[in-house]
């Protein structure tokens, strides 16, 4: 479907930056029954879509009670003050932008909901939900529970939670530098067996259960950041116990098992072992410095183009599919947007970024990945593509629209994931 230069729909992702004078775009009252029909279009092209497009939520943008506890984010806003607060570095950097939504609170239905309808026009239909336990108690958990979950068209999308099991550092602390202690703990992700428990039931209960919540072959999916970190906390037979724990609740729910993903993991012959015997049904990645960290903080070789970070990290995608396939599991490719986390650092630290990022840039991979996806993915598994992200502003990685590319990105995936759909 090609929308109009007339289609108050595409006004919503292609007027100019230079003419934003509100947080949401505002629409005359005469259009709002072609707005309907139009989002109405979409949302059935998407729904016809050979892909599904999974963004990664930070859900750290609003007044988590838990910030105090580590000291930051007195304004009320979560990390929007380490955006806010930052400068620009060197030229071209992501710093010194700007939300064309606002400071938004998202754990906010209302402002959940406008972001819920930009992305599925945009093509964008599972948001995959950053999730955190620490010391016996959830962690980041209102931007999902409240925001998402709480929106009255939050069943227009599926999503899906990605257990976030590293440890708290001081990364979140924009006061403290690496050479102050940047990767001191203070609050260590390991779990103990009545945690498990707990968080086991608490998934089920609270998400799995839902309609919307995102299932492969009827199976609810379960994304771990960190198999290897799983795995070190009491190791890989206790891993193991856990995991089966878990596929047995989650049977004893009603549902025909468990789709175990985990991001990257499929490095050196120990964690593949690990992969075949904790029983991993799919990989993919957070974003694509699961493939290129060491080119990226190489100090001797300049920092990487945006190009020539896309073409190193696709150009493990067929290896990974193949040393995967080997052992029965799924490689799902991941797009990403950039990369620049000097908004989490002193503004007298200067941290290595990905140069030259562009919304068309970002298409011509997203059209990349996409004809991979429709190539070696086949039935009963989705074609599912993670994308990085949807909103994380302090890695310079996000979707939601800014004062300098505006709905740059979204339209990008509209067009890749929506008008192109075959």
Known sequence: MRCKESCPVKSLFCHKVKNVRTVAPR????????????????????SAARCDVAAYVWPAYHDE????????????KGEWQNLYESVTRTPGDRQEVKPLWGYADESDPVAVAHKIDAAVAAGVNVFIYDWYWYGGRPFLEEALDKGFLGAANCGRMKFFIMYANH?????????????DGKDKVVWPAKISDADWRLIVDRWIEKYFKRPNYYKIEGKPVLSI???????AWDGLEKAKARLDYLRARV????????????????KGTSMREALVALGVDSTTSYNWTDNTWDRMNDETQPELDYDEWGELSLGM?????????????????????????????PKSETRRIVRNSTPEKFERF??????????????PRPKLITVNSWNEWTEGAYLEPDDRFGYGYLDALRRVFVEEVR
């Open 27 to 46: 629409l005359p009252q005469r259009a709002v029954g072609v707005v309907c029909a139009a989002v109405v279009g979409l949302a059935a092209a998407v």
């Open 65 to 76: 009670p838990r910030w105090a506890e580590l000291g930051i984010f007195g304004d009320g």
């Open 167 to 179: 440890d708290v550092d001081k990364l979140w602390d924009n006061r403290v530098g690496t050479a």
């Open 225 to 231: 950041y960190s198999l290897r970190g799983f795995v």
């Open 251 to 266: 049977k004893a729910a009603g549902f025909p098992g468990l789709h175990l993903q985990v991001i990257g993991g499929n």
């Open 317 to 345: 995608h067929d290896r990974w599919q193949k040393a995967l396939k080997e052992i029965g599991m799924t490689y799902f490719p991941n797009l990403s947007v950039g990369w620049d986390t000097n908004a989490r650092y």
């Open 366 to 379: 997203a059209r990349r990945v996409k004809a991979w996806a429709e190539k070696n993915l086949d039935a």
